[in-house]
Protein backbone atom coordinates (compact mmCIF):
# COMPACT_ATOMS: atom_id res chain seq x y z
CA UNK A 1 0.00 0.00 0.00
CA UNK A 2 1.40 3.57 -1.46
CA UNK A 3 0.80 6.40 1.20
CA UNK A 4 -2.21 7.82 0.54
CA UNK A 5 -2.11 10.82 3.13
CA UNK A 6 -1.98 13.72 1.08
CA UNK A 7 -4.69 12.25 -0.72
CA UNK A 8 -7.02 12.96 2.07
CA UNK A 9 -7.95 16.77 0.81
CA UNK A 10 -7.82 16.30 -3.15
CA UNK A 11 3.01 35.55 4.20
CA UNK A 12 6.39 33.95 5.20
CA UNK A 13 8.24 33.55 2.07
CA UNK A 14 11.87 33.18 3.01
CA UNK A 15 12.55 36.79 2.28
CA UNK A 16 10.84 37.98 5.24
CA UNK A 17 12.00 35.69 7.60
CA UNK A 18 13.39 38.32 9.61
CA UNK A 19 10.29 39.58 10.89
CA UNK A 20 8.48 38.50 13.41
CA UNK A 21 6.11 35.20 13.00
CA UNK A 22 2.44 36.25 13.67
CA UNK A 23 0.39 32.73 13.93
CA UNK A 24 2.42 31.55 11.04
CA UNK A 25 3.44 32.44 7.17
CA UNK A 26 3.13 30.84 4.53
CA UNK A 27 6.77 29.61 3.39
CA UNK A 28 8.02 30.33 -0.24
CA UNK A 29 4.88 31.50 -2.41
CA UNK A 30 4.86 30.58 -5.65
CA UNK A 31 8.53 28.68 -5.28
CA UNK A 32 7.98 26.43 -2.30
CA UNK A 33 4.06 26.62 -2.02
CA UNK A 34 2.25 26.57 -5.33
CA UNK A 35 -0.94 25.46 -6.52
CA UNK A 36 0.60 21.73 -6.41
CA UNK A 37 0.78 19.83 -3.02
CA UNK A 38 4.06 20.51 -1.43
CA UNK A 39 3.79 18.24 2.28
CA UNK A 40 6.92 18.19 4.70
CA UNK A 41 9.83 20.57 3.91
CA UNK A 42 13.44 20.46 6.19
CA UNK A 43 15.81 23.71 5.98
CA UNK A 44 19.21 23.01 5.76
CA UNK A 45 21.28 23.73 9.05
CA UNK A 46 22.95 26.23 7.28
CA UNK A 47 20.34 27.84 6.12
CA UNK A 48 20.86 27.60 2.55
CA UNK A 49 18.45 25.22 1.65
CA UNK A 50 15.41 23.69 1.69
CA UNK A 51 13.80 20.78 0.40
CA UNK A 52 10.05 19.00 0.40
CA UNK A 53 7.89 16.18 -0.73
CA UNK A 54 5.31 17.04 -3.52
CA UNK A 55 2.81 14.30 -4.58
CA UNK A 56 1.63 15.96 -8.35
CA UNK A 57 4.20 19.17 -9.16
CA UNK A 58 5.51 18.84 -12.92
CA UNK A 59 8.79 17.98 -13.38
CA UNK A 60 9.97 15.38 -11.64
CA UNK A 61 10.98 11.41 -12.23
CA UNK A 62 7.66 10.26 -10.62
CA UNK A 63 4.73 10.57 -9.09
CA UNK A 64 5.94 11.58 -5.76
CA UNK A 65 9.13 13.68 -5.65
CA UNK A 66 11.48 15.79 -3.42
CA UNK A 67 12.11 19.22 -4.34
CA UNK A 68 15.25 21.50 -3.74
CA UNK A 69 15.44 25.51 -3.54
CA UNK A 70 18.35 27.42 -2.43
CA UNK A 71 18.29 30.94 -0.51
CA UNK A 72 19.65 33.57 -2.68
CA UNK A 73 18.98 37.80 -1.95
CA UNK A 74 17.34 36.43 0.80
CA UNK A 75 14.49 34.40 -1.09
CA UNK A 76 13.90 30.91 -1.51
CA UNK A 77 14.77 30.50 -5.31
CA UNK A 78 15.30 28.07 -8.04
CA UNK A 79 12.66 25.25 -7.35
CA UNK A 80 14.33 21.80 -8.59
CA UNK A 81 13.80 18.28 -8.43
CA UNK A 82 16.42 16.41 -6.39
CA UNK A 83 18.76 13.70 -8.35
CA UNK A 84 17.77 10.76 -6.01
CA UNK A 85 14.26 10.74 -7.15
CA UNK A 86 13.37 7.65 -8.57
CA UNK A 87 10.52 6.48 -10.81
CA UNK A 88 8.59 5.63 -7.86
CA UNK A 89 7.39 7.67 -4.86
CA UNK A 90 10.09 9.70 -2.83
CA UNK A 91 8.80 11.91 0.24
CA UNK A 92 9.14 13.01 3.69
CA UNK A 93 12.41 14.59 3.20
CA UNK A 94 14.69 15.82 6.41
CA UNK A 95 18.12 16.54 6.83
CA UNK A 96 20.25 15.35 10.10
CA UNK A 97 21.33 18.07 11.86
CA UNK A 98 25.02 17.94 11.23
CA UNK A 99 23.64 18.62 7.43
CA UNK A 100 25.58 15.64 6.39
CA UNK A 101 22.36 13.50 5.41
CA UNK A 102 19.04 13.54 3.52
CA UNK A 103 16.56 11.11 4.94
CA UNK A 104 13.15 10.18 2.88
CA UNK A 105 11.43 7.53 2.02
CA UNK A 106 10.88 5.51 -1.08
CA UNK A 107 8.52 2.68 -2.41
CA UNK A 108 11.77 1.36 -5.55
CA UNK A 109 13.01 -1.66 -6.22
CA UNK A 110 15.10 -3.25 -3.72
CA UNK A 111 13.48 -2.47 -0.71
CA UNK A 112 12.26 -4.89 2.05
CA UNK A 113 8.28 -3.74 1.94
CA UNK A 114 5.95 -1.10 0.60
CA UNK A 115 7.40 2.45 1.81
CA UNK A 116 11.08 1.91 3.54
CA UNK A 117 13.10 4.71 4.54
CA UNK A 118 16.51 5.87 3.10
CA UNK A 119 19.26 8.48 3.02
CA UNK A 120 21.50 10.12 1.17
CA UNK A 121 25.05 11.42 1.72
CA UNK A 122 24.65 15.38 0.70
CA UNK A 123 28.30 16.40 -1.05
CA UNK A 124 30.31 19.10 -0.01
CA UNK A 125 29.51 20.52 -3.27
CA UNK A 126 25.89 20.73 -2.46
CA UNK A 127 24.46 17.60 -4.19
CA UNK A 128 23.85 14.36 -3.39
CA UNK A 129 25.40 11.04 -3.29
CA UNK A 130 23.44 7.67 -4.01
CA UNK A 131 20.28 6.81 -1.65
CA UNK A 132 20.90 3.83 0.20
CA UNK A 133 18.11 1.87 2.09
CA UNK A 134 18.51 2.02 5.49
CA UNK A 135 18.13 -1.99 6.30
CA UNK A 136 15.84 -4.23 7.67
CA UNK A 137 16.27 -2.84 11.01
CA UNK A 138 13.56 -0.15 10.27
CA UNK A 139 12.21 -1.16 7.47
CA UNK A 140 9.60 -4.21 7.63
CA UNK A 141 7.11 -5.34 4.96
CA UNK A 142 4.78 -2.62 5.37
CA UNK A 143 5.07 1.00 5.03
CA UNK A 144 7.52 3.15 6.76
CA UNK A 145 7.22 7.47 6.71
CA UNK A 146 9.04 9.94 8.34
CA UNK A 147 12.31 9.50 9.08
CA UNK A 148 13.81 11.78 11.39
CA UNK A 149 16.97 11.76 13.13
CA UNK A 150 18.16 13.32 16.83
CA UNK A 151 20.52 15.84 17.09
CA UNK A 152 23.26 13.51 17.55
CA UNK A 153 22.14 10.96 14.87
CA UNK A 154 21.68 8.50 17.42
CA UNK A 155 18.27 7.78 17.39
CA UNK A 156 15.94 8.05 14.39
CA UNK A 157 12.17 8.56 15.24
CA UNK A 158 9.80 7.22 12.27
CA UNK A 159 6.32 6.15 11.80
CA UNK A 160 5.48 2.17 10.68
CA UNK A 161 3.19 -0.43 10.24
CA UNK A 162 5.62 -3.05 10.30
CA UNK A 163 6.48 -4.12 13.70
CA UNK A 164 3.52 -4.14 15.66
CA UNK A 165 2.20 -1.77 18.00
CA UNK A 166 -1.03 0.06 19.18
CA UNK A 167 -3.14 0.08 16.12
CA UNK A 168 -2.81 0.62 12.37
CA UNK A 169 0.40 3.18 11.83
CA UNK A 170 2.54 3.55 14.81
CA UNK A 171 5.77 6.11 15.95
CA UNK A 172 8.97 4.02 16.53
CA UNK A 173 12.40 5.21 17.84
CA UNK A 174 15.18 2.84 16.76
CA UNK A 175 19.24 3.35 18.33
CA UNK A 176 22.03 3.51 15.89
CA UNK A 177 24.54 0.96 16.83
CA UNK A 178 27.50 2.44 14.86
CA UNK A 179 26.56 0.40 11.68
CA UNK A 180 23.10 0.76 11.31
CA UNK A 181 19.43 1.30 12.59
CA UNK A 182 17.75 -1.18 14.81
CA UNK A 183 15.86 -2.01 17.77
CA UNK A 184 12.68 0.01 16.96
CA UNK A 185 10.71 0.40 20.23
CA UNK A 186 7.14 2.29 20.36
CA UNK A 187 7.23 5.88 21.78
CA UNK A 188 5.94 5.88 25.41
CA UNK A 189 2.47 7.29 25.19
CA UNK A 190 1.65 8.34 21.85
CA UNK A 191 0.45 5.38 20.22
CA UNK A 192 -3.38 4.31 19.90
CA UNK A 193 -5.71 2.30 17.82
CA UNK A 194 -5.56 5.13 14.79
CA UNK A 195 -2.46 5.98 12.74
CA UNK A 196 0.26 8.27 14.60
CA UNK A 197 2.99 9.41 12.03
CA UNK A 198 4.80 12.47 10.76
CA UNK A 199 6.37 13.30 14.16
CA UNK A 200 9.10 16.10 15.41
CA UNK A 201 10.97 16.02 18.39
CA UNK A 202 10.71 19.65 20.24
CA UNK A 203 14.03 19.98 23.03
CA UNK A 204 16.05 16.78 21.95
CA UNK A 205 12.46 14.88 23.34
CA UNK A 206 11.38 16.64 26.19
CA UNK A 207 8.09 17.12 23.85
CA UNK A 208 6.89 15.82 20.66
CA UNK A 209 4.42 16.95 17.79
CA UNK A 210 2.89 14.28 15.77
CA UNK A 211 -0.15 13.83 13.11
CA UNK A 212 -2.98 11.61 13.96
CA UNK A 213 -5.87 10.27 12.27
CA UNK A 214 -8.17 7.30 12.53
CA UNK A 215 -8.16 6.41 8.77
CA UNK A 216 -4.67 8.24 7.38
CA UNK A 217 -6.57 6.66 4.12
CA UNK A 218 -10.19 9.00 4.61
CA UNK A 219 -10.48 10.90 7.96
CA UNK A 220 -9.01 14.12 8.56
CA UNK A 221 -5.26 14.44 9.64
CA UNK A 222 -4.49 16.69 12.95
CA UNK A 223 -1.37 17.56 14.53
CA UNK A 224 -0.84 17.05 18.29
CA UNK A 225 1.19 18.59 20.92
CA UNK A 226 2.74 16.68 23.74
CA UNK A 227 4.85 16.65 26.79
CA UNK A 228 7.17 14.13 28.26
CA UNK A 229 6.15 13.53 31.96
CA UNK A 230 9.63 11.65 32.62
CA UNK A 231 8.73 7.76 31.04
CA UNK A 232 5.65 8.66 28.86
CA UNK A 233 4.49 11.35 26.59
CA UNK A 234 1.44 12.76 28.30
CA UNK A 235 -1.91 14.92 27.97
CA UNK A 236 -1.83 15.00 23.81
CA UNK A 237 -3.10 18.42 22.96
CA UNK A 238 -4.38 19.70 19.56
CA UNK A 239 -1.22 22.12 18.16
CA UNK A 240 -2.52 25.52 18.47
CA UNK A 241 -2.71 26.40 14.90
CA UNK A 242 -6.04 28.05 13.72
CA UNK A 243 -6.27 25.94 10.48
CA UNK A 244 -5.43 22.63 12.31
CA UNK A 245 -8.59 21.91 12.27
CA UNK A 246 -11.32 18.30 12.90
CA UNK A 247 -12.26 18.43 9.26
CA UNK A 248 -8.85 19.14 7.12
CA UNK A 249 -5.35 18.20 7.31
CA UNK A 250 -2.42 19.08 8.79
CA UNK A 251 0.89 17.33 8.94
CA UNK A 252 4.48 16.98 7.92
CA UNK A 253 5.81 18.91 11.15
CA UNK A 254 9.66 19.51 11.27
CA UNK A 255 12.14 21.68 13.56
CA UNK A 256 13.92 24.22 11.13
CA UNK A 257 17.95 23.81 11.78
CA UNK A 258 18.96 26.88 11.28
CA UNK A 259 16.15 28.41 13.75
CA UNK A 260 15.54 25.77 16.50
CA UNK A 261 12.68 28.01 17.57
CA UNK A 262 10.44 27.62 14.26
CA UNK A 263 8.66 24.65 13.14
CA UNK A 264 7.58 24.52 9.81
CA UNK A 265 4.42 22.27 9.21
CA UNK A 266 1.81 21.31 5.80
CA UNK A 267 -1.44 21.94 5.75
CA UNK A 268 -4.39 24.30 4.24
CA UNK A 269 -5.56 27.81 5.63
CA UNK A 270 -7.80 30.14 4.38
CA UNK A 271 -5.22 32.89 3.63
CA UNK A 272 -2.51 32.98 2.69
CA UNK A 273 -3.10 30.33 0.39
CA UNK A 274 -1.08 29.08 -2.63
CA UNK A 275 -2.75 25.51 -3.51
CA UNK A 276 -3.57 22.06 -2.41
CA UNK A 277 -1.20 21.98 0.45
CA UNK A 278 1.36 24.57 1.31
CA UNK A 279 4.09 24.25 3.78
CA UNK A 280 4.02 27.06 6.43
CA UNK A 281 6.14 28.15 9.34
CA UNK A 282 4.92 29.24 12.52
CA UNK A 283 6.75 28.96 16.01
CA UNK A 284 7.65 26.01 17.76
CA UNK A 285 5.34 25.13 20.97
CA UNK A 286 7.08 25.96 24.50
CA UNK A 287 8.53 22.38 25.80
CA UNK A 288 8.08 22.02 29.81
CA UNK A 289 8.66 18.56 29.78
CA UNK A 290 11.34 16.08 30.77
CA UNK A 291 13.64 13.72 29.64
CA UNK A 292 13.13 10.12 29.49
CA UNK A 293 10.92 9.74 26.50
CA UNK A 294 13.50 8.80 24.31
CA UNK A 295 14.19 5.16 24.31
Given at each position: ??????????????????????????????????????????????????????????????GWDLWQATLRDGRWQDPLPLPVNSADNDFDPVFSADGKWLYFFSNRDGGFG??????????????????????????????????????????????????????????????????????????????????????????????????????????????????????????????????????????????????????????????????????????????????????
Amino acid sequence: MHRKRVMVVAVLACGAMGAALQEFGIEGMGVVSTPHSEVRASVSPDGQRIVWGSTDRPGGAGGWDLWQATLRDGRWQDPLPLPVNSADNDFDPVFSADGKWLYFFSNRDGGFGGDDLYRAPVLADGGFGAAVNLGAGVNGKGDEWAPTPNLDGTRLLFASDSFGGAGRHDLFVARWNGAAFVEPAPVPGINTAADEFDAAWLGDGRAIVFARSDDVESAPIRLWLAQCDGRAYADAQPLALSFNATDGATLGPVVDLSKPGELLVSGSAKAPKAGKMDIYRMRAPAVTGHAGCVP
